[in-house]
């Protein structure tokens, strides 16, 4: 088994990499949302670093007067909860020190999650950063579409997954969606 800690590491320099070479990976990303499972509802995600940006997703959505949220970390330990936002909002800091909506906005429950990632696979397979904040989520809202939005050169083999791993239903990259396959 591949130490995760090598692996998390190799594929932090590979997404960066992938970053500096594509600055409209995300807005191209954007263009293929109709290609993702109808929602009503979708949890987008304020992105750190070099992850693949869902801001213009949002203003995608925004325009066509759909629902967006984001996800907010209330406890280190717990699943995330998530707050009605548009573009432009103003943000805070959450528990984990990621800019999410203030306490006054809605709680909401999405359908359909897209997450960031490190690194995937075509079965669903998820690595993600390590704090286990999305899998405690995805396991407290089960019915929830999980759907990850990456670049499509973040892609690896099969991921060993642990038993507290949840797989995603797809993955959303720059040049379209791709259901996961069964397993």
Same mark, same amino acid.
């Given at each position: 088994?591949?130490?995760?800690?090598?692996?998390? *590491?190799?594929?932090? +320099?590979?997404?960066?990499?992938? +970053?500096?070479?594509?600055?409209?990976?995300?807005? /191209?990303?954007? *263009?293929?949302?109709? @290609?993702?499972?109808? *929602?009503?509802?979708?949890?987008?995600?304020?992105? &750190?670093?070099?992850?693949?940006?869902?801001?213009? &997703?949002?203003?995608?959505?925004?325009?066509? /007067?759909?629902?967006?949220?984001?996800?907010?970390?209330?406890?280190?330990?717990?699943?995330? &909860?998530?707050?009605?936002?548009?573009?432009?909002?103003?943000?805070?800091?959450?528990?984990?020190?990621?800019?999410?909506?203030?306490?006054?906005?809605?709680?909401?429950?999405?359908?359909?999650?897209?997450?960031?990632?490190?690194?995937?696979?075509?079965?669903?397979?998820?690595?993600?950063?390590?704090?286990?904040?999305?899998?405690?989520?995805?396991?407290?809202?089960?019915?929830?579409?999980?759907?990850?939005?990456?670049?499509?050169?973040? @892609?690896?083999?099969?991921?060993?997954?642990? *038993?507290?791993? &949840? /797989?995603?239903?797809?993955?959303?990259?720059?040049?379209?969606?791709?259901?996961?396959?069964?397993?």
């Amino acid at each position: 088994m591949t130490d995760k800690r090598e692996l998390r *590491s190799a594929m932090r +320099a590979e997404r960066k990499r992938l +970053a500096g070479l594509d600055a409209m990976a995300a807005d /191209r990303a954007a *263009s293929h949302l109709s @290609q993702l499972p109808p *929602s009503d509802l979708v949890a987008v995600y304020w992105a &750190i670093g070099s992850e693949l940006g869902a801001e213009p &997703i949002a203003r995608v959505m925004d325009a066509e /007067r759909r629902a967006v949220c984001l996800p907010v970390v209330i406890a280190l330990d717990a699943p995330m &909860i998530f707050r009605r936002w548009s573009p432009g909002d103003p943000l805070e800091p959450d528990a984990a020190g990621v800019p999410a909506p203030f306490p006054l906005a809605e709680t909401v429950v999405p359908d359909l999650i897209l997450t960031p990632l490190l690194a995937f696979d075509a079965w669903g397979g998820r690595l993600g950063q390590g704090g286990g904040h999305y899998d405690r989520t995805f396991a407290a809202m089960p019915d929830a579409i999980r759907i990850g939005l990456a670049y499509v050169g973040q @892609q690896v083999g099969m991921l060993e997954l642990e *038993s507290h791993d &949840i /797989r995603l239903h797809g993955v959303l990259t720059e040049v379209g969606y791709t259901p996961a396959r069964k397993v």
